[in-house]
Each structure stands twice: as C-alpha cells, then as structure tokens.
C-alpha cells in the first residue's frame, strides 16, 4: 500500500458496505479482497484499493452470486485476469441458455394457442379411448418414426394398452407431440424441449406456464441488469 494512500481501518471498510468487521475479515482471508498490510500491533490496516475490491464484489454479487463473485475476486487477485473473465463468460453462457430455453416455452405457447388440450381425442378405429401412434402422426403431420424417436428421448410418454401393449395417446400426449413438432422445426435440441415438456406438465395448462414464462423472462431481465452492472464495476477495477 502507498504511503500517500489514506488508510482505512477495518471498521471503515465494514461501514462503507454495510458489514460487520467480521464479514470484511472473511472476505480478506477468502481472497475476495487483496492481502491487508497489519501495525505493529497486528491490525489490519486497508486502503482505497480494499475499499474498491469490496465495492466490487458487492457489485458482482446480484448478477453472478455470491460462489462466482468470490472466485471472479479471487481469481484477480491471485493475478490470473483471464480466469476471472472466464469466469464471467460463463455466467454469461448459462444466461443465454436459460434465454434459448424461454424462448423454446413461449414458442410451444404459440403452438398452443386457440387450442384445447382438455378437449379428449376421437376414439380410434377399434372404439379403444385414446389415439394410436398413426392417427398421432396423422393429426400431429410426422411419420410414427419421428414419435418413437421422440419416446425414446423421453420426451413422449403415452400410455399402453391392456393386452395388446399397443401405445395409446391421450389428450396431454398430443398437445406434448404438437410441441415438440414445432420446437424441432425451430431447431430446437431435445435437451432445451425437455424442461419446456416439464414445466408445462408441472404448471398443468398452458395458462399457468405462460405466467411462469412471463415471470421468468422479468427475472432474467433483471438478471441481465445486474450482471451488466457488476462487469462495468469490475472493468473499472481491473482498470
């Protein structure tokens, strides 16, 4: 520390960021702040440097969350930048995959729309409730290869017949191969369809999804804010 830089106590620090003294001591012994020099007596002694370490990882914290902040801190002042920023990167990463997954659940809203998946399905030829796997691939326009890879994947899960243990679709299993029709034509991958599947089968109608959807995509606004907020800090610390 620069003996022309004004010296600040542990306390100091602590009131800056509204923490207890305890707090700023574990966030130096945690690496999110630089080493603090120490008196004679053995007290640490911090400066302008501490101050904006602190600042910063205040600032990292809503966006990234505490277990990155940390490591992003510490990884700068162990001197490696480009952990640190990998570190961001990937935070960054998981954002956009949680945004492509969003968006995979609105589209399946679309899909949804004007459509009643309460209505029950005609019965099949044979009088048995339900559709077989070719009236599907008929009404849903794939071929009844497409449905049993997407079985395969998981993403189906019809139900079978007594005696015969051929396949039988109700209701929510058309509206499920109507939306994985349409998410794959959007090129959708089967693990970004997968959690779309669940959380409509979760929230029960495409009502209480689409209100989940709406309350997602605030959270990952806000999300995106934040961590814009918390990189500008961070570049003006590393400057």
Do not use: C
């Amino acid at each position: 520390m620069s003996n022309r830089e004004r010296r600040l106590r542990t306390v100091d620090l602590a009131r800056t960021a509204g923490l207890s003294t305890q707090q700023v001591r574990n966030y130096e012994d945690a690496g999110v702040l630089p080493p603090a020099g120490r008196t004679d007596a053995g007290y640490r002694v911090f400066g302008e440097r501490h101050r904006d370490a602190l600042l910063t990882y205040r600032a990292l914290q809503p966006g990234y969350g505490a277990v990155t902040a940390t490591r992003v801190m510490r990884a700068v002042h162990d001197g490696d930048v480009a952990a640190a920023l990998a570190l961001v990167d990937a935070a960054h990463a998981a954002l956009h995959k949680e945004r492509v997954s969003l968006r995979a659940a609105g589209e399946a809203l679309d899909v949804l729309a004007g459509r009643d998946a309460a209505e029950p399905p005609p019965r099949s030829g044979d009088g048995a409730q339900g559709l077989r796997i070719g009236e599907v691939a008929a009404l849903v326009g794939v071929r009844t290869s497409a449905l049993r890879v997407w079985e395969e994947a998981g993403l189906l899960v019809p139900g079978r017949e007594r005696g015969t243990g051929y396949r039988v679709y109700g209701p929510a299993d058309v509206r499920d191969a109507r939306v994985v029709r349409a998410l794959r034509r959007s090129h959708h991958l089967f693990e970004q369809i997968r959690p779309v599947l669940e959380d409509l089968r979760r929230a029960g109608s495409s009502e209480a999804l689409r209100a989940a959807v709406e309350a997602r995509g605030r959270a990952l606004t806000a999300r995106t804010r934040s961590m814009l907020a918390g990189a500008g800090a961070l570049h003006a610390y590393l400057e």
